[in-house]
């Protein structure tokens, strides 16, 4: 069985990470900034650890997912995407990698000369209430179609729970914590052994996002 090939790529950075520097340093007790460079690492390695596990993006980002052809289009007429393998085999349907969805921005259309054209947003519907999110194309729509053989299709779109770390949800945020205070406590651990350990992992399972049959 083929599937469309895809690329996934990151174009925004998000702009704060989803614990500050002053709770983590108080949920450590530390009441110092000499290790506060180290503290901002244990912070990052621990989201990097959680959105590894969930296939998440916690803090808004903005992302351009790269396609050969529209799902549906390739000959298996099936689309297996980008994250865990998340399959849909409802017609003309794309899911999004790295939700939540917050929006989706525009599709472009590559022709052979590389030069791109937006796909009409009236053909389609971006659904931000499902998890992960997609897009539908409205019933009277054909698929997009580029001319370019490889990633003809790019889809612009912002995942995240929101901007602030306060819009991400508890547990995890909890998770994330956890994480932190092992590795500070046990300097040289490897994050799969702090996500194990510090119990990290079980708060961020019923947030993972699984492969559907």
């Known amino acids: 069985m083929t599937t469309p090939a895809y690329h996934l790529v ?17 949920h ?19 989201r990097m650890a959680c ?11 903005g992302y351009s997912l790269w396609l050969d052809c529209w799902p549906g289009s390739e000959n298996s007429g099936w689309w297996d995407g980008v994250r865990d ?30 030069t ?40 612009r779109y912002t995942a995240g729970f929101g901007t602030t770390p306060q819009a991400v949800p508890a547990m995890l945020r909890q ?5 932190a205070a092992y590795m500070y406590e046990n300097r040289g651990d490897a994050p799969e052994r702090a996500l194990e350990l510090s119990g990290a992992g079980i708060l961020f399972r019923p947030f993972r996002m699984m492969r559907l049959a």
């Open 116 to 155: 791109a054209a937006p796909f009409d947003p009236a053909h389609y519907y971006a659904d931000t209430l499902r998890r992960p999110g997609r897009i539908l194309l409205q019933n009277a729509a054909a698929p997009p179609v580029p001319e370019r053989r490889a990633n003809g299709i790019e889809i």
């Open 51 to 61: 959105e590894q596990m969930t296939g998440l993006a916690l803090i808004n980002r």
């Open 85 to 114: 393998g998340v399959r849909s085999s409802v017609p003309k349907a794309l899911m999004l990698p790295r939700p939540p969805l917050c929006a989706v921005e525009g599709i472009y259309i590559y022709n052979a000369a590389n």
């Open 28 to 46: 450590l007790r530390v009441s110092h900034d000499a290790e506060d460079a180290l503290i901002a690492g244990l912070i990052a390695t621990a």
């Open 175 to 179: 998770g994330m914590k956890q994480m």
């Open 10 to 26: 990151e174009t925004v950075p998000a702009g704060a990470e989803p614990l500050t520097l002053e709770e983590t340093r108080l």
